[in-house]
């Protein structure tokens, strides 16, 4: 005799049973459909490089003493490129507020070097920073643009917070040790103002040093370092929280990145460079332990940011 209940039993386990693979089904080609990336992790780099075709290449600096590893903890945008389709290199390039002539020849020979021995493509190149990490890619896109045999040929170059004008760092490394308000902010005055004597002089003897190794240099109204830069899109990031400094660092407007980065934009907008942006952000500045600090990687919309590499 026919035994209904057993048969609806039987039958509730059966759809189950294909209900519960269809779900591991769909897991799997989730899987199998995310994006591929390929770590590669060298003494001094790390590159993230997708298995698709590659639509653009973004190198990164950190800033002093960042290494890949802090600018991937501070700046999380490795997953963004991924599946947008781009490599990224995390540099180990660090400690340094400018570059010498023989500095950019090296560095220069060793992006090219990177970017042919991991067959990374060339068309659409951008380089950018975090505060000293911002000089050093201002400045190393304009020397890659003046070589006349160079497979790279940057599309784009960004800063975040950067101290682009060197004589004005040491005039508010001089003010902050007058001042002695932020135990923090005198001793970095102090080795900012020994660095830049033993390197350059003093500025208010002679300006002519920092003019020839700065971004920037507003006294003077000097840009010409960047002058290879002037039909290449360039983006300057900056927080101008006037109230954090005052409060923290006591320090003035004219004491900040901020006022001398909106200043070098006027100065390239004067001087016929017609593809740069200011973006100035407001209360995004926060470091990765969630401490708020306005002189942050995150200040930077990641996903706009790579819209941005990506037009």
Not at 45 to 53: R, S
Not at 85 to 90: K, N, R
Request: a neutral charge; hydrophobic letters at 35%.
């Amino acid at each position: 005799m026919f035994n209904t209940h057993k048969f609806f039993i039987l039958l509730v386990f059966l759809l189950s049973l294909i209900s519960c693979n269809e779900i591991k089904s769909e897991k799997k080609e989730k899987i199998i459909s995310e994006p591929e990336v390929s770590e590669i992790i060298e003494e001094d780099y790390e590159l993230y490089k997708p298995g698709k075709a590659i639509k653009a290449v973004l190198i990164l600096f950190g800033g002093y003493p960042e290494d890949a590893k802090d600018i991937e903890r501070e700046f999380k945008i490795l997953d963004i490129a991924k599946n947008n389709d781009i490599a990224v290199i995390l540099s180990n390039y660090n400690q340094t507020l400018w570059l010498e002539e023989k500095n950019k020849i090296q560095l220069a020979k060793r992006l090219q070097e990177i970017i042919k021995n991991n067959k990374l493509p060339t068309e659409n190149i951008v380089i950018g920073g975090f505060s000293s990490g911002g000089n050093v890619s201002l400045l190393i896109s304009n020397y890659l643009l003046g070589m006349k045999h160079s497979n790279i040929k940057p599309k784009g170059v960004f800063i975040v917070d950067s101290p682009i004008d060197l004589a004005a760092l040491y005039y508010s490394s001089e003010k902050n040790i007058k001042r002695n308000f932020s135990e923090v902010s005198v001793q970095e005055s102090k080795w900012i103002i020994e660095t830049l004597e033993n390197a350059f002089g003093n500025p208010n003897n002679d300006i002519t040093n920092y003019e020839e190794n700065s971004v920037f240099t507003s006294r003077s109204k000097y840009i010409s370092n960047l002058n290879n830069l002037k039909n290449t899109k360039i983006r300057l990031y900056t927080e101008p929280d006037t109230i954090w400094w005052k409060e923290n660092r006591k320090a003035d407007y004219d004491q900040l990145n901020s006022y001398y980065i909106k200043r070098l934009e006027t100065q390239l907008k004067q001087s016929g460079f017609d593809h740069v942006a200011l973006i100035s952000t407001e209360n995004k500045g926060y470091r990765a332990n969630g401490d708020r600090h306005p002189h942050s990687w995150t200040i930077v919309d990641k996903i706009e940011l790579v819209q941005w590499i990506l037009e």
